[in-house]
Every structure is written in structure tokens, then in C-alpha cells.
């Protein structure tokens, strides 16, 4: 999995700097299927640190001497997202 300080913001869009549909129009074919690879990398990329972080928590699975450290995590995981996402912002 990329990390996401490491996510390219042209996996998001065209030539135009307008966000891509992810599915490269409506015509199966070997665009499509790079687009859709592309956006489930970074979507991955981008979703699983807080899903990680969200299960772990849920599941009570830790200690009372980790928990404000997990607790943290969350926020750390919120701020790469923006930054991975800044560039898509700053071109529309």
C-alpha cells in the first residue's frame, strides 16, 4: 500500500486539473481499468490508516498506557489525508 504522504494528486485528475471520474467515461477498456487501479490505490492508501486505527480502538484490544496514543492517531491519519488531497483543492 502507498503511503499517503507519497500519493501523486494526478491519480485524481485529468490534464485539466478537474477531479477524474473514476471510471474514464462510460467505455470499458484498458483506460477504465488504469483509472479504476488508480483510484482504489489511493483510496486504500488513504482509508485503511483510519480504519486501522478505528477497529483498533473499537475492539478494546489495548492498553490503558497506549490508548491516548491511539486516540492521537486518528488525527495524524486526517491531516496526511489533506495534505494528499491539497493539490485536487487548489486546482478547482
Known sequence: MTAPSSIDP????TTSSRPRRCACGTRP??????ALAEYESVRDALALPMLDVTERLASYDWQVTEVS???????SVMTDDLRALAPICEAA
Open 10 to 13: 494526478a491519480a485524481f485528475c
Open 29 to 34: 477498456g484498458p483506460a477504465q481499468l488504469k
Open 69 to 75: 496514543r491511539l486516540v492521537m492517531r486518528p488525527t
